[in-house]
């Protein structure tokens, strides 16, 4: 049967820093048989300087991000929960009395995280690792920001899945901040590296690119060996699109 | 952030310590127990709902409560003052003292004497002052400062106020709990006898019938407020309520959020001086309400910060105040809800940089039994230290620049290229060990992915594109 027409917007991070992460992306969401379009033009949505109250800043960047995607029809898909929350909730705070605020709306109303997007679906894509054992890392702001806590765990039922402790806790990365005050970030993210370890897995699992790269870096560091992957890339193979 | 003040460099020195580690302990074993018996109480939600609305209705009624409670503390004859700022507050505590020929206070806890500097103030001028609070005393026996704002020593363990007593009491060494807690009580029991004045802070005032109440789990609050001659109570402009009824809803958040308790062990209640039949109580109540910055934030966008309780859940969930403790904060009220209240009352300078030690993870705002938007106003707060032209030129130039790239999707393609390829002589496998310039702080914990050679886009339009 086929799913809907859909709008992948990557993210600033997985379009440069992790592409197969969007790869893979794609395949679960062409799993889920959506038609699969790639809106051209995207780039960030703003939230680096919107985080650091930098807003005229911000709003450039949401501008564009908001006419190339009010250009497009259908949902737009995101594999990221921090910049799904940007648009959805931060966009209408930026735009809120200007000539702007209907679009901000509009787009808004048609923007969805990937993992929500994906258990919404009639035919949600089932897990592609057999032999790994998972820790799932819930990031804040789909967390809390979008209240998704509950569709990941969805996604994983497949998985050989174990307990993270404080896997609800912040991972200390918070944009900027990683690298404005890194030493403080870096004892949030040792915390949560010790709790990964602890956990028995072999696959650390989240939903936000950023969150993840920020765990992996930390995880080189410390030399340990496991494995970190996007939760797209347990759902599509990055290289069969 | 630019220079090496406040919180970041505090932060940077505190990191990994003993100090750090009794904070990560201490707050967290504060954070079970209020999920434990929040975890047993069904209707926590309607209540924090109710808690909410009642504070929110007091701040926007802060002028008639005032006066009212004022009216009824004057009625039952008490005495109430009313100071613009620290200064002035300070004055009018001396002046009581002077006047009353108080030599000896003792003091339960009181944050906001901690904010005037009071003890400091009352000692210069020959005032013995003794903190009653077992926390506060120890602060004090050590020279130290709060390092939580209701658990001011969750930065020692009991093994450190072990030696602290062995050194400064000449006793020999225990960390037993309630046996250092009996020495304590010992040492405390004749000051409360001797003690001229008691000073206490105030949890909340009820404008409807004038009276302050005063929650301790100690008993220290009852003897402070009711043992000596006189009694002042030292209260934020901000912290009252109408009517009994609301008072009784967020006693019951209050302790439930700050120390998973039902109810705290004591809840004083004075309303007014003692009275011809009555077996105990102080000659004088003063009431003195401080202001010191709050009608400012009062009439910003900031002002919802005025209705918290001072549970202190958001310093014990938040994963930087943690990793740090409350002394990193520079100030007596620290965490998320210190990051908004120390730039409102002190100014953005030095204090801007107090909004940016946040992940923005929203667990304070999850956690706050008044439901304050923190990360909305630590949000805020940032845009203004932007627009005030606080933040370093680097990242200023460096998102401008960033934005021109990022609103072209031209100049956006050739960026990702370049990216990819001045990072080659630097990376490994695909990482990067060390970022020069102002990115160094990523790499001196973590390694960074390099950009990749075939962004994302650059895929797409090879493989998909039309």
């Known amino acids: 049967m086929q799913g809907p027409h859909v709008q992948l917007f990557v993210t600033c991070l997985v379009d440069a820093l992790a592409p197969q992460v969007g790869r893979s992306t794609l395949a679960a969401l062409e799993t889920a048989g959506c038609d699969v379009a790639f809106p051209e033009g995207q780039t960030c949505c703003g939230q680096p300087a919107f985080n650091v109250g930098l807003n005229d800043r911000a709003r450039e960047m949401a501008e564009h991000t908001l006419d190339v995607l009010d250009a497009t029809e259908g949902p737009v898909v995101l594999p990221s929960g921090s910049c799904t929350e940007m648009i959805v909730h931060h966009y209408k705070e930026l735009f809120d009395g200007t000539d702007r605020e209907e679009q901000a709306d509009r787009v808004a109303g048609r923007t969805r995280e990937l993992s929500q997007f994906l258990t919404d679906q009639d035919n949600p894509p089932t897990m592609k690792c057999d032999d790994c054992t998972v820790a799932y890392h819930y990031s804040c702001h789909g967390l809390r920001g979008l209240g998704l806590d509950v569709s990941a765990d969805a996604l994983l039922e497949g998985a050989d899945r174990v307990k993270l402790e404080g896997d609800r806790e912040c991972c200390g990365f918070g944009g900027l901040f990683a690298v404005e005050m890194p030493a403080v970030s870096a004892a949030i993210m040792d915390t949560k590296l010790d709790q990964v370890l602890a956990s028995g897995a072999d696959t650390l699992v989240g939903s936000d690119v950023s969150c993840l790269m920020h765990l992996e870096g930390g995880l080189r560091r410390r030399g340990a060996k496991i494995e970190v992957k996007h939760i797209a890339e347990l759902l599509g193979d990055s290289d069969s699109v | ?466």
Not at chain 2, 81 to 86: E, L, T, V
Not at chain 2, 227 to 239: N, W
């Open chain 2, 1 to 466: 952030m630019s220079e090496p003040v406040t919180f970041l460099s505090r932060a940077e020195a505190l990191v990994g310590t003993h100090e750090a580690n009794a904070i990560e302990n201490g707050a967290r074993t504060l954070l079970e127990k209020r999920d434990r018996v929040v975890a047993d109480f069904p209707i926590m939600e309607e209540l924090r709902d109710r808690a909410r609305a009642i504070r929110l209705h007091a701040l926007n009624n802060l002028d008639r409560l005032l006066a009212h409670f004022t009216d009824r503390v004057e009625e039952q004859g008490g005495v109430v003052h009313f100071a613009a700022d620290a200064e002035e507050a300070r004055s009018i505590v001396a002046a009581i003292l002077e006047e009353t020929s108080s030599k000896l206070v003792v003091k339960s806890k009181s944050m906001v004497s901690e904010e005037i500097d009071l003890n400091e103030h009352l000692e210069s001028r020959g005032v013995e002052v003794v903190e009653t609070d077992l926390g506060e005393y120890i602060v004090q026996l050590a020279g130290d400062t709060p390092s939580h704002i209701i658990a001011p020593v969750l930065h020692m363990t009991r093994q450190d106020v072990g030696a602290l007593f062995q050194d400064k009491l000449g006793i020999g060494y225990t960390d037993d709990p309630t046996e250092l807690n009996q020495i304590a009580r010992d040492h405390l029991r004749e000051q409360f006898l001797r003690a001229d004045a008691g000073i206490s802070g105030v949890n909340l005032a009820i404008a409807e019938s004038g009276s302050v109440v005063v929650v301790t789990n100690e008993g220290n609050g009852r003897l402070t407020t009711t043992a000596p001659r006189v009694h002042i109570a030292l209260m934020g402009m901000e912290r009252i309520v109408s009517r009994w009824e609301d008072a009784a809803v967020v006693l019951e958040v209050l302790a439930k959020s700050a120390t998973g308790q039902r109810l705290s062990v004591y809840t004083n209640v004075i309303t007014g001086p003692r009275r011809e039949d009555d077996n105990d109580g102080p000659e004088q109540v003063h009431v003195v309400i401080i202001d010191n910055g709050r009608s400012d934030i009062l009439s910003g966008e900031t002002a919802e910060i005025l209705a918290c309780i001072r549970c202190g859940a958001c310093l014990n969930i938040c994963p930087v105040f943690r990793s740090v403790g409350g002394h990193a904060y520079g100030t007596v009220y620290s965490g998320p809800v210190g990051s908004v209240v120390t730039p409102g009352l002190l100014g953005m300078e030095p204090w801007w940089e107090l909004p940016y030690a946040s992940t923005l993870c929203g667990a304070c705002e999850e956690v706050c039994p008044i439901r304050i938007q923190i990360p909305s106003m630590l949000l805020h707060l940032r845009q203004r230290a932007a627009s005030e032209g606080k933040l370093p030129g680097w990242l200023e130039k460096g998102m401008a620049r960033y934005s021109r790239t990022a609103t072209s999707p031209e100049k956006w393609r050739r960026a990702k290229k370049w990216a990819s390829r001045l990072t080659a002589p630097i990376s490994s496998r695909g990482w990067i060990r060390r970022i020069p310039g102002p990115g160094r702080g990523w790499t001196d914990y973590r390694d960074f992915p390099r950009p990749a050679k075939e962004s994302f886009a650059e895929w797409w339009r090879l493989h998909r594109g039309s």
